[in-house]
């Protein structure tokens, strides 16, 4: 069974700074690419950033570019995001989601953004 | 980036009556592999989102049948052929084509 477990989330100062984990389990975690989707209180998804599965390709949504970095440890099955300079805006549950499988010659791959953890919540406040 | 648009943002909608939700991509969704990443997620009252539907019309493992998506190109539509009381919730629709992955407003479903 995939499971997805975000984990480092709570209260931070603006400017402070906070690493989100999220532990998988239950498929092979260094053969798929990973993201992070973000969600404001009452508001849409917002996909944050993601990264390949040998982790040398990141991508990040403008508005946490230079502020956030996402890494992965493919050793310990776990994703990570840095958030530096946190702003108020950043305050959302975090979510971490599975993404594209790189291709292996088997049979047809699971499509891209298939699972997701439950989310942890950052809050960034004086 | 790719602007994903959902229309309506709200339906009340009847028990046991058809739905039908509507997404509009600002270009093309279709990869380089011939492929269209194009999916929808269901996200009920407090939890995290749900993959139902991915690559236009195939439903994700666990997924009822009255859940259907169609369409091609940048014009895509989620229907349930009879609404039950637990598919209240948003519903949003995403691509995977490219990064960044990025996601309609969503369509906020009530029972009327």
């Known amino acids: 069974e995939v499971q997805l477990v975000e984990s480092g989330g709570g209260l931070v100062q603006p400017g402070e700074s906070l690493r989100l984990s999220c532990a998988a389990s239950g498929f092979s975690f260094s053969s798929h690419a990973m993201s992070w989707v973000r969600q404001a209180p009452g508001k849409g998804l917002e996909w944050v950033s993601g990264l390949t599965a040998s982790g040398d390709r990141t991508f990040y949504a403008d508005s946490v570019q230079g502020r956030f970095t996402i890494s992965r440890d493919n050793s310990k099955n776990t994703l990570y995001l840095q958030m530096n300079s946190p702003r108020a805006e950043d305050t959302a549950v975090y979510y971490c989601?599975?993404?594209?499988?790189?291709?292996?010659?088997?049979?047809?791959?699971?499509?891209?953004?298939?699972?997701w953890g439950q989310g942890t919540l950052v809050t960034v406040s004086s | 980036d790719i602007v994903m648009t959902q229309t309506p943002l709200s339906s009340p909608v009847t028990l046991g009556q058809p739905a039908s939700f509507s997404c509009t991509s600002s270009q093309s969704l279709v990869h380089s592999d011939g492929n269209t990443y194009l999916s929808w997620l269901q996200q009920r009252p407090g939890q995290p989102p749900r993959l139902l539907i991915y690559k236009i019309s195939n439903r994700f493992s666990g997924v009822p049948d009255r859940f259907s998506g169609s369409g091609a190109g940048t014009d895509f539509t989620l229907k349930i052929s009879r609404v039950e009381a637990e598919d209240v919730g948003i519903y949003y629709c995403m691509q995977a084509t490219q990064f960044p992955r990025t996601f309609g407003q969503g369509t906020k479903v009530e029972i009327k």
């Open positions: 989601a599975r993404d594209y499988k790189i291709r292996d010659g088997g049979g047809s791959p699971p499509p891209p953004v298939d699972y």
